[in-house]
């Protein structure tokens, strides 16, 4: 499967914790892209990389989230302290030619914050 | 702030029906309007996508009618089958500047046999 792997599926964690998920983007893709996802919402954009570079940033990401593509490749969301409020779907997307007008999502992480 | 409003937020249909979803935007300055199609437990695939230099846009059974006058676009899907039954998406973005995509949010779509 050449899709876009996300890693875990599902994650249950205690409020106050922190979570790290990782998203592997379609091989050769250079743009990375993280997206919210409530019950019975569409996805909300929270920030997109152009390789290593974090370009855009959403202002829902809040200084408790912080995400980064070490070398282009893979990237990492870790959410610090966790709130009830940041359960939700983590979507990743990537992208090449077609740029934002072409995403190929992941199957998300499921994160439940009890 | 809704900056893409879609309707209706669930609809039935029997197999071979015409259902067709609405979606409405404000931000004239949004130039791309693609929609994606959403099955449980997966991420969302992009289906079909509308510039607004054309009224209208056939791929398969899907088809994009596009008002830009009014500011409104709308998905059919023709023939419906049960494995059409999923979550729709309209979105929409700007060509320039930002990489946001903004979703409307959603339709969940039945097709019963």
């Known amino acids: 499967d050449t899709g876009v792997s996300q890693n875990p599926r599902h994650k249950i964690t205690k409020r106050g914790q922190n979570v790290t998920f990782r998203c592997d983007p379609i091989?050769?893709?250079?743009?990375l892209y993280w997206y919210r996802q409530t019950l019975g919402q569409g996805p909300e954009f929270l920030t997109y990389?152009?390789?290593?570079?974090?370009?855009?940033k959403s202002r829902l990401l809040s200084d408790r989230f912080s995400a980064e593509r070490p070398k282009g490749s893979f990237s990492t969301l870790e959410i610090q302290r966790t709130e009830q409020g940041d359960s939700a779907m983590y979507l990743c997307?990537?992208?090449?030619?077609?740029?934002?007008?072409?995403?190929?999502f992941g199957s998300g992480t499921q994160l439940s914050v009890l | 702030q809704q900056q893409v409003k879609q309707s209706p937020q669930s609809l039935i249909v029997q197999k071979g029906g015409i259902p067709i979803i609405n979606c409405a935007y404000e931000?004239?300055?949004?130039?791309?309007f693609p929609w994606y199609q959403q099955f449980p437990g997966k991420g969302p695939a992009l289906l079909i996508a509308i510039r607004p230099d054309v009224s209208e846009k056939k791929e398969g059974r899907f088809t994009i009618s596009f008002n830009k006058s009014a500011k409104q676009f709308s998905l059919h899907i023709m023939d419906s089958q049960p494995g059409d039954s999923a979550t729709y998406f309209c979105?929409?973005?700007?060509?320039?500047?930002?990489?946001?995509?903004?979703f409307g949010k959603g339709t969940k779509l039945t097709v019963n046999p």
């Open positions: 990389f152009q390789n290593e570079a974090q370009l855009e």
């Open positions: 997307a990537s992208s090449l030619n077609g740029g934002k007008e072409k995403l190929f």
């Open positions: 979105a929409a973005l700007t060509q320039g500047g930002s990489e946001k995509l903004v």
């Open positions: 091989s050769e893709h250079n743009r």
């Open positions: 931000n004239t300055a949004f130039d791309y």
